[in-house]
């Protein structure tokens, strides 16, 4: 847990800086399957595109990528995410609009961002086209994630789903969905989430 304060309170700075011994290391083992995959790449230009608070950046993607560069759309989120990772690089953008030239990184991860577009297509084409190869995604699992959230009493009246998550995918509906542009490598499962390796079209 970061001895950072808060500058804001967002969900995502609610769900890492959590007190709870269990959610804590569900999340720990979360970064840990990102950064095995991230590492097997080879890449060397790495974005982590909706990096929020950069959590996931200083946990999964620095170790392998000291140069990984951030990209969120909430600059009170990058403040944040600076103050976190004072050697990263960072940049206010939006996902479904990216502000770089195609190819422009060897590996692109998005973690827990496509569930809360609208237009989830876009945001998938943009990452598409600003990797040069690798693409490294995750969404929560559902029903999985919903059913965990509810059981703890969280979002009940919306039966446990996350008032932000616009789409809702299983382990298998969310690999079809990438699958219609680029190559599923590998899939992992850490509870409660989906995390996909991919290959962009050459």
Known sequence: MTNLTPMHSSSNLRKHTSGNP??????????????????QTGARRALDAGCGEGFGLQAALVPSFPAALGLDLSVESLQFARRLNPASPFVAGSLTALPFPDGAFDLVACLEVLEHLERPEQGLEELCRVSARWLLLSVPNEPLFRGANFLR????????????????????????FVARRCHVVARRQPFPWTLVLCQTAS
């Open 22 to 39: 269990l959610q804590r290391a569900l999340i720990a083992r979360f970064h840990r399957a990102v950064a095995q995959l991230a590492a």
């Open 153 to 176: 009493g969280k979002n009940m009246r919306q039966l446990g789903n996350d008032p932000g998550h616009l789409n809702h995918w299983s382990a298998r509906s969310f690999e079809r």
